[in-house]
């Protein structure tokens, strides 16, 4: 059964920069057939889509507008993880941020979540 | 990109049918079949329960259901159960370097 795993600190100050873990088991981060996404929730902005990773010959990358000069996201072969970086963050920061699979049992559909990680920025 | 207009609430009571509406742009949700609709329980991921307008997940109760008409997505839950009450997501396709677009969320409440 396919399952992302999440792992990373729940607290941040402002300026600091963010980084999360999805452990990948039961697919491989480097499959030509998913896409592999960071979400983030807050009540103030809902469910908003940050960012993906992807294998098509050459590793691809797309951020939302909102967070590109900010975020990379990083993809891991040797552990089949992927993780996201977000640098300079601030309390508009603040939400529950997912890593989630699209695409292999669902066309652009994203089929499996992590648990869910509550980051909080606050000085 | 805009966030999808779902209704804040849609109630129901046991066995009853409900549908909640998703408007998006003729950007998004009118130019491409890959609509999707995710169910979240307080505390916990969402859960994918609708793709391509109108497919399901294996898994997923034949209850659920989706359609598409123009800019607006509907999802339809028939027989109610006090187990659906949570909250709904639609999302879209766009096209674009920023892939997806989500709705505002509905409540499901089941009285």
């Known amino acids: 059964q396919m399952q992302l795993q999440q792992s990373g600190p729940g607290l941040l100050k402002p300026s600091q920069t963010l980084l999360l873990t999805c452990a990948i088991s039961?697919?491989?981060?480097?499959?030509?057939?998913?896409?592999w996404n960071w979400i983030r929730q807050s009540p103030s902005r809902g469910l908003e889509w940050l960012g993906r990773?992807?294998?098509?010959?050459?590793?691809?990358?797309d951020y939302a507008t909102s967070v590109k000069s900010r975020m990379t996201i990083h993809p891991d072969t040797s552990k089949n993880q992927f993780s996201l970086q977000l640098k300079s963050v601030t309390p508009e920061d603040t939400a529950v941020y997912f890593c989630?699979?699209?695409?292999?049992?669902?066309?652009?559909?994203?089929?499996?979540w992590g648990q869910g990680t509550t980051v909080t920025v606050s000085s | 990109q805009s966030a999808l207009t779902q209704p804040a609430s849609v109630s129901g009571s046991p066995g009853q049918s409900i549908t909640i509406s998703c408007t998006g742009t003729?950007?998004?949700?009118?130019?491409?079949?890959?609509v999707s609709w995710y169910q979240q329980h307080p505390g916990k991921a969402p859960k994918l329960m609708i793709y391509?307008?109108?497919s399901r997940p294996s898994g997923v109760s034949d209850r659920f259901s989706g359609s598409k008409s123009d800019n607006t997505a509907s999802l339809t839950i028939s027989g109610l159960q006090a187990e659906d009450e949570a909250d709904y997501y639609c999302?879209?396709?766009?096209?674009?370097?920023?892939?997806?677009?989500f709705g505002t969320g509905t409540k499901v409440t089941v009285l």
């Open positions: 391509e307008v109108s």
């Open positions: 003729s950007s998004d949700i009118g130019s491409y079949i890959y």
């Open positions: 039961g697919d491989s981060v480097s499959t030509d057939s998913a896409t």
């Open positions: 999302s879209s396709y766009t096209g674009t370097t920023t892939p997806y677009v």
């Open positions: 990773t992807y294998l098509k010959s050459t590793w691809s990358y």
């Open positions: 989630s699979r699209a695409g292999r049992n669902a066309p652009h559909g994203l089929d499996v």
